[in-house]
Protein backbone atom coordinates (compact mmCIF):
# COMPACT_ATOMS: atom_id res chain seq x y z
CA UNK A 1 0.00 0.00 0.00
CA UNK A 2 1.15 3.43 -0.61
CA UNK A 3 0.31 5.80 2.11
CA UNK A 4 0.53 9.25 0.10
CA UNK A 5 -2.36 7.65 -2.52
CA UNK A 6 -4.29 6.56 0.53
CA UNK A 7 -4.41 10.05 1.75
CA UNK A 8 -5.22 11.39 -1.56
CA UNK A 9 -8.32 8.51 -1.57
CA UNK A 10 -9.15 9.20 2.43
CA UNK A 11 -9.72 13.04 1.66
CA UNK A 12 -12.21 12.44 -1.77
CA UNK A 13 -14.32 9.97 0.27
CA UNK A 14 -14.42 12.91 3.20
CA UNK A 15 -15.86 15.08 0.52
CA UNK A 16 -18.50 12.49 -0.91
CA UNK A 17 -19.02 12.27 2.75
CA UNK A 18 -20.16 15.56 3.36
CA UNK A 19 -22.08 15.73 0.00
CA UNK A 20 -23.77 12.51 0.74
CA UNK A 21 -25.11 14.62 4.08
CA UNK A 22 -27.18 16.28 2.55
CA UNK A 23 -29.26 13.78 0.90
CA UNK A 24 -29.86 11.49 3.07
CA UNK A 25 -34.10 11.26 2.75
CA UNK A 26 -36.32 11.69 5.75
CA UNK A 27 -37.56 7.94 6.16
CA UNK A 28 -33.40 6.54 5.68
CA UNK A 29 -34.25 6.42 10.05
CA UNK A 30 -30.41 7.37 10.03
CA UNK A 31 -29.94 9.33 12.95
CA UNK A 32 -26.99 12.10 12.42
CA UNK A 33 -25.76 13.19 15.86
CA UNK A 34 -22.00 15.04 15.04
CA UNK A 35 -20.21 16.52 12.79
CA UNK A 36 -19.35 14.17 10.01
CA UNK A 37 -21.78 11.43 11.32
CA UNK A 38 -18.89 9.56 12.94
CA UNK A 39 -16.54 10.23 16.18
CA UNK A 40 -13.72 9.23 13.47
CA UNK A 41 -15.02 12.97 11.71
CA UNK A 42 -14.61 10.69 8.53
CA UNK A 43 -18.03 12.10 6.96
CA UNK A 44 -19.31 8.99 5.31
CA UNK A 45 -22.93 8.79 4.96
CA UNK A 46 -24.41 5.47 3.50
CA UNK A 47 -27.90 5.43 1.93
CA UNK A 48 -28.46 2.86 -0.80
CA UNK A 49 -30.65 4.81 -2.63
CA UNK A 50 -28.42 6.78 -3.34
CA UNK A 51 -27.38 6.01 -6.90
CA UNK A 52 -25.70 7.36 -9.88
CA UNK A 53 -28.95 6.85 -11.62
CA UNK A 54 -30.66 8.39 -8.60
CA UNK A 55 -28.40 11.25 -8.37
CA UNK A 56 -28.95 12.61 -11.91
CA UNK A 57 -32.59 13.05 -10.86
CA UNK A 58 -32.18 15.27 -7.54
CA UNK A 59 -34.06 18.42 -6.76
CA UNK A 60 -34.89 20.50 -4.39
CA UNK A 61 -37.99 19.00 -2.17
CA UNK A 62 -40.56 21.91 -2.33
CA UNK A 63 -42.58 20.69 0.65
CA UNK A 64 -39.79 21.48 3.35
CA UNK A 65 -39.45 25.49 4.22
CA UNK A 66 -37.56 25.36 7.19
CA UNK A 67 -37.32 29.50 8.12
CA UNK A 68 -34.84 30.18 10.77
CA UNK A 69 -33.05 33.19 12.56
CA UNK A 70 -29.97 33.76 12.65
CA UNK A 71 -26.94 33.00 10.82
CA UNK A 72 -25.63 29.19 10.49
CA UNK A 73 -22.58 27.75 10.72
CA UNK A 74 -22.85 24.59 12.76
CA UNK A 75 -23.75 21.39 10.80
CA UNK A 76 -27.65 20.62 11.28
CA UNK A 77 -27.96 17.34 12.41
CA UNK A 78 -31.01 14.53 11.82
CA UNK A 79 -33.07 13.39 15.20
CA UNK A 80 -35.03 10.00 14.45
CA UNK A 81 -37.97 9.19 16.84
CA UNK A 82 -39.10 12.91 17.77
CA UNK A 83 -41.85 14.25 19.74
CA UNK A 84 -45.08 12.24 17.59
CA UNK A 85 -42.59 10.09 16.14
CA UNK A 86 -41.25 13.17 13.86
CA UNK A 87 -37.97 12.98 12.60
CA UNK A 88 -36.58 16.41 13.63
CA UNK A 89 -33.25 18.57 11.92
CA UNK A 90 -31.55 20.24 14.69
CA UNK A 91 -30.20 23.65 13.70
CA UNK A 92 -28.15 25.71 16.12
CA UNK A 93 -27.42 29.80 14.59
CA UNK A 94 -25.41 32.80 15.73
CA UNK A 95 -28.26 34.31 17.32
CA UNK A 96 -28.09 31.73 19.85
CA UNK A 97 -31.14 29.89 18.60
CA UNK A 98 -31.78 26.33 18.63
CA UNK A 99 -33.89 24.79 16.44
CA UNK A 100 -35.74 21.49 16.13
CA UNK A 101 -38.10 21.27 12.77
CA UNK A 102 -39.80 18.12 11.39
CA UNK A 103 -37.55 16.67 8.78
CA UNK A 104 -40.27 15.93 6.43
CA UNK A 105 -42.00 19.80 5.95
CA UNK A 106 -39.46 22.06 7.99
CA UNK A 107 -41.93 23.16 10.03
CA UNK A 108 -40.59 24.18 13.94
CA UNK A 109 -41.18 21.68 16.75
CA UNK A 110 -39.46 23.69 18.99
CA UNK A 111 -37.27 26.50 19.27
CA UNK A 112 -34.98 27.60 22.61
CA UNK A 113 -33.13 30.73 22.70
CA UNK A 114 -29.66 30.34 25.19
CA UNK A 115 -29.09 33.61 26.13
CA UNK A 116 -28.16 37.12 24.37
CA UNK A 117 -25.33 36.70 21.56
CA UNK A 118 -21.90 39.10 21.90
CA UNK A 119 -21.88 42.39 19.08
CA UNK A 120 -18.92 42.13 17.14
CA UNK A 121 -18.46 45.73 18.34
CA UNK A 122 -18.10 44.15 21.79
CA UNK A 123 -14.94 41.71 21.30
CA UNK A 124 -11.72 41.56 19.34
CA UNK A 125 -11.27 41.07 15.54
CA UNK A 126 -13.96 38.51 15.13
CA UNK A 127 -15.78 38.03 11.66
CA UNK A 128 -18.93 36.56 13.65
CA UNK A 129 -21.32 39.62 13.98
CA UNK A 130 -23.10 38.40 16.61
CA UNK A 131 -21.26 35.70 17.84
CA UNK A 132 -23.34 33.35 19.60
CA UNK A 133 -23.34 29.44 18.90
CA UNK A 134 -20.56 28.47 16.13
CA UNK A 135 -19.48 25.01 16.77
CA UNK A 136 -21.20 21.60 15.59
CA UNK A 137 -23.15 20.51 18.45
CA UNK A 138 -23.65 16.92 19.22
CA UNK A 139 -26.65 14.31 20.56
CA UNK A 140 -26.37 11.75 22.97
CA UNK A 141 -29.02 9.67 22.60
CA UNK A 142 -29.23 7.50 25.07
CA UNK A 143 -30.39 10.74 27.74
CA UNK A 144 -31.69 12.50 24.37
CA UNK A 145 -29.70 15.24 24.99
CA UNK A 146 -28.24 18.13 22.85
CA UNK A 147 -24.96 19.60 24.00
CA UNK A 148 -23.65 22.99 22.83
CA UNK A 149 -21.42 26.04 23.42
CA UNK A 150 -22.64 29.59 22.97
CA UNK A 151 -21.48 32.74 23.84
CA UNK A 152 -23.43 34.96 25.39
CA UNK A 153 -23.94 37.83 27.69
CA UNK A 154 -26.22 39.17 30.23
CA UNK A 155 -25.31 42.80 30.58
CA UNK A 156 -25.26 44.09 26.47
CA UNK A 157 -21.35 43.07 25.93
CA UNK A 158 -20.18 44.41 29.06
CA UNK A 159 -19.31 40.51 29.82
CA UNK A 160 -19.06 37.77 28.08
CA UNK A 161 -19.43 33.97 29.10
CA UNK A 162 -19.09 30.98 27.33
CA UNK A 163 -21.90 28.80 28.32
CA UNK A 164 -22.34 24.98 27.93
CA UNK A 165 -25.34 24.05 27.37
CA UNK A 166 -27.89 20.40 27.63
CA UNK A 167 -30.89 20.42 26.40
CA UNK A 168 -33.59 17.67 25.87
CA UNK A 169 -33.56 16.77 22.37
CA UNK A 170 -37.77 16.10 22.34
CA UNK A 171 -38.40 19.65 24.37
CA UNK A 172 -35.73 22.00 23.93
CA UNK A 173 -35.54 22.52 27.64
CA UNK A 174 -32.30 23.36 29.40
CA UNK A 175 -31.80 20.06 31.16
CA UNK A 176 -31.25 20.27 34.93
CA UNK A 177 -27.61 21.11 35.91
CA UNK A 178 -26.77 23.13 32.98
CA UNK A 179 -25.38 25.54 31.76
CA UNK A 180 -21.48 25.28 33.00
CA UNK A 181 -19.91 28.70 32.75
CA UNK A 182 -16.53 28.07 31.19
CA UNK A 183 -14.80 30.81 32.73
CA UNK A 184 -15.62 30.11 36.03
CA UNK A 185 -14.70 26.35 36.15
CA UNK A 186 -11.94 25.98 33.90
CA UNK A 187 -8.05 26.34 34.60
CA UNK A 188 -4.77 24.40 34.07
CA UNK A 189 -1.59 24.60 35.46
CA UNK A 190 -2.67 27.87 36.82
CA UNK A 191 -3.99 29.31 33.28
CA UNK A 192 -7.41 30.54 33.73
CA UNK A 193 -10.19 30.15 30.78
CA UNK A 194 -10.84 34.07 29.35
CA UNK A 195 -13.95 33.76 27.74
CA UNK A 196 -14.21 37.16 26.03
CA UNK A 197 -11.24 36.09 23.68
CA UNK A 198 -11.87 32.67 23.15
CA UNK A 199 -13.83 31.52 20.23
CA UNK A 200 -15.67 27.90 20.29
CA UNK A 201 -15.44 27.07 16.77
CA UNK A 202 -14.87 23.40 16.43
CA UNK A 203 -17.00 20.61 16.53
CA UNK A 204 -18.25 19.11 20.49
CA UNK A 205 -17.47 15.52 21.23
CA UNK A 206 -18.56 12.72 23.45
CA UNK A 207 -16.06 10.02 24.55
CA UNK A 208 -16.98 7.45 27.43
CA UNK A 209 -19.98 9.79 29.08
CA UNK A 210 -17.32 12.65 28.91
CA UNK A 211 -18.14 16.00 26.83
CA UNK A 212 -15.19 17.73 25.04
CA UNK A 213 -15.19 21.51 23.85
CA UNK A 214 -12.16 22.74 22.26
CA UNK A 215 -11.56 26.61 22.01
CA UNK A 216 -9.40 28.59 19.67
CA UNK A 217 -9.21 32.39 19.40
CA UNK A 218 -10.77 35.05 17.76
CA UNK A 219 -7.95 35.96 14.33
CA UNK A 220 -5.02 35.69 16.81
CA UNK A 221 -5.52 39.15 18.25
CA UNK A 222 -5.05 37.90 22.02
CA UNK A 223 -3.03 36.72 24.74
CA UNK A 224 -5.04 33.65 24.35
CA UNK A 225 -4.39 29.41 24.69
CA UNK A 226 -5.82 26.72 22.66
CA UNK A 227 -8.62 24.60 25.46
CA UNK A 228 -9.99 20.94 25.68
CA UNK A 229 -12.42 21.77 27.88
CA UNK A 230 -14.32 18.26 29.70
CA UNK A 231 -17.36 18.07 31.09
CA UNK A 232 -18.65 14.60 32.41
CA UNK A 233 -22.41 14.44 31.09
CA UNK A 234 -24.11 12.93 34.57
CA UNK A 235 -21.73 15.53 36.82
CA UNK A 236 -21.73 18.90 34.95
CA UNK A 237 -20.04 20.42 38.33
CA UNK A 238 -16.33 18.45 37.58
CA UNK A 239 -15.24 20.35 35.08
CA UNK A 240 -11.66 18.94 33.74
CA UNK A 241 -9.52 21.02 31.03
CA UNK A 242 -6.39 21.13 29.31
CA UNK A 243 -4.44 24.27 27.96
CA UNK A 244 -1.37 25.05 25.75
CA UNK A 245 1.61 26.24 28.16
CA UNK A 246 2.58 28.40 24.89
CA UNK A 247 0.37 31.65 24.02
CA UNK A 248 -1.36 30.61 20.97
CA UNK A 249 -2.08 27.10 19.77
CA UNK A 250 -5.65 27.57 19.19
CA UNK A 251 -8.20 24.34 18.51
CA UNK A 252 -9.87 26.27 16.05
CA UNK A 253 -10.44 23.70 12.80
CA UNK A 254 -13.91 22.59 12.19
CA UNK A 255 -13.94 18.75 12.77
CA UNK A 256 -13.26 19.36 16.41
CA UNK A 257 -12.66 16.59 18.53
CA UNK A 258 -12.18 13.19 16.92
CA UNK A 259 -12.32 9.91 18.90
CA UNK A 260 -11.35 6.26 18.22
CA UNK A 261 -13.67 5.47 20.80
CA UNK A 262 -10.99 5.55 23.91
CA UNK A 263 -9.65 8.40 23.84
CA UNK A 264 -10.44 12.39 22.21
CA UNK A 265 -8.27 13.39 19.55
CA UNK A 266 -7.35 17.45 18.89
CA UNK A 267 -5.44 19.68 16.76
CA UNK A 268 -3.58 22.72 17.45
CA UNK A 269 -2.56 25.60 15.83
CA UNK A 270 0.03 28.46 15.72
CA UNK A 271 1.86 29.79 19.24
CA UNK A 272 3.90 32.68 19.65
CA UNK A 273 7.11 33.64 21.45
CA UNK A 274 8.11 29.90 22.40
CA UNK A 275 11.90 30.74 21.87
CA UNK A 276 11.81 27.33 19.96
CA UNK A 277 10.47 25.48 22.84
CA UNK A 278 7.45 23.67 22.33
CA UNK A 279 4.44 24.76 24.32
CA UNK A 280 1.40 22.81 22.51
CA UNK A 281 0.98 24.20 19.06
CA UNK A 282 1.52 22.58 15.64
CA UNK A 283 0.35 19.74 17.34
CA UNK A 284 -2.03 16.17 16.97
CA UNK A 285 -2.62 15.34 20.29
CA UNK A 286 -4.50 11.85 22.20
CA UNK A 287 -5.90 12.83 25.83
CA UNK A 288 -7.15 10.46 28.11
CA UNK A 289 -10.24 10.54 29.43
CA UNK A 290 -10.13 13.57 31.21
CA UNK A 291 -9.12 15.47 29.42
CA UNK A 292 -5.45 14.76 30.48
CA UNK A 293 -2.42 14.92 28.82
CA UNK A 294 0.28 12.45 29.26
CA UNK A 295 3.08 14.34 27.44
CA UNK A 296 4.24 11.19 26.31
CA UNK A 297 5.81 11.10 22.15
CA UNK A 298 3.60 8.33 21.71
CA UNK A 299 0.61 10.79 22.46
CA UNK A 300 1.67 13.87 20.51
CA UNK A 301 2.83 14.34 17.17
CA UNK A 302 4.33 17.67 16.16
CA UNK A 303 6.43 18.47 12.26
CA UNK A 304 10.14 18.67 12.38
CA UNK A 305 9.26 22.53 10.88
CA UNK A 306 6.55 23.25 13.66
CA UNK A 307 9.08 26.58 14.43
CA UNK A 308 8.86 27.59 10.89
CA UNK A 309 4.82 26.99 10.74
CA UNK A 310 4.63 29.22 13.90
CA UNK A 311 6.95 31.78 12.29
CA UNK A 312 4.27 32.07 9.17
CA UNK A 313 1.18 31.36 10.29
CA UNK A 314 0.66 27.78 8.36
CA UNK A 315 -0.55 26.23 11.17
CA UNK A 316 -1.91 22.38 11.41
CA UNK A 317 -4.67 23.49 13.19
CA UNK A 318 -7.20 24.34 10.20
CA UNK A 319 -8.64 21.16 10.05
CA UNK A 320 -9.30 18.47 12.53
CA UNK A 321 -7.89 15.20 13.08
CA UNK A 322 -8.93 12.35 11.03
CA UNK A 323 -9.24 8.79 12.06
CA UNK A 324 -8.80 6.01 10.02
CA UNK A 325 -8.33 1.98 10.23
CA UNK A 326 -6.77 0.19 7.45
CA UNK A 327 -6.70 -3.50 8.25
CA UNK A 328 -4.09 -5.86 6.70
CA UNK A 329 -1.40 -2.32 6.85
CA UNK A 330 1.25 -2.12 8.87
CA UNK A 331 0.63 0.27 10.90
CA UNK A 332 -3.16 -0.18 10.52
CA UNK A 333 -4.44 2.87 13.19
CA UNK A 334 -4.20 6.38 11.60
CA UNK A 335 -4.55 9.99 11.45
CA UNK A 336 -5.07 11.63 8.93
CA UNK A 337 -4.29 15.85 8.83
CA UNK A 338 -4.36 18.59 6.83
CA UNK A 339 -2.52 21.64 7.61
CA UNK A 340 -2.38 25.20 6.42
CA UNK A 341 1.00 24.38 4.80
CA UNK A 342 -1.04 22.53 1.81
CA UNK A 343 0.16 19.23 2.78
CA UNK A 344 -1.37 16.13 3.83
CA UNK A 345 0.16 13.68 7.04
CA UNK A 346 -0.61 10.90 7.97
CA UNK A 347 0.41 9.37 11.62
CA UNK A 348 0.74 5.89 13.63
CA UNK A 349 -1.95 6.59 15.58
CA UNK A 350 -0.97 4.05 17.98
CA UNK A 351 2.27 5.77 18.21
CA UNK A 352 2.39 9.04 17.39
CA UNK A 353 5.74 9.97 17.58
CA UNK A 354 6.51 12.88 19.42
CA UNK A 355 8.47 15.61 17.06
CA UNK A 356 8.98 13.51 14.45
CA UNK A 357 8.68 12.62 10.93
CA UNK A 358 5.00 11.58 9.37
CA UNK A 359 4.52 8.60 7.85
CA UNK A 360 3.74 10.09 4.54
CA UNK A 361 2.69 13.37 3.39
CA UNK A 362 1.14 14.41 0.38
CA UNK A 363 1.17 18.03 -1.01
Same mark, same amino acid.
Not at 51 to 59: D, V
Not at 74 to 92: E, F, K, M, N, T
Not at 104 to 128: E, H, M, Y
Given at each position: ???SHSIFRLVVAGLCGAFLSGVVPANAQVNVIQHHNHASRDGLYVDSAFTPAAAANLTRDMNFDGTISGD????????????????????????????????????????????????????????????????????????????????????????????????????????????????????????????????????????????????????????????????????????????????????????????????????????????????????????????????????????????? =?? @?? !???? +?? /? $? %????????????????????????? =?? @?? !???? +?? /? $? %??????
Amino acid at each position: MTYSHSIFRLVVAGLCGAFLSGVVPANAQVNVIQHHNHASRDGLYVDSAFTPAAAANLTRDMNFDGTISGDVYAQPLYIDGGPSDRALAIAVTESNNVYALDAVDGSVIWQTNVGAPVSADDLLCTKFDPMGIIGTPIVDLASRALFLDAMTTPDGGKTKKHLIFSVNVDTGDINRGWPVDVGATATYNGITFTASIQQQRPALGIVGNILYVGYGSMADCSLFHGWLVGVPIDNPTSVTAWATSAIGGGVWGVGGVASDGINPFITTGNTFNTGGNWGGGEAVIRFQPGPIFTGSPADYWVPLNWFD =LD @NF !DSDL +GG /S $G %PLLVDVPGATPSNLVAVLGKDANAY =LI @NR !DNLG +GI /S $G %PIATSH
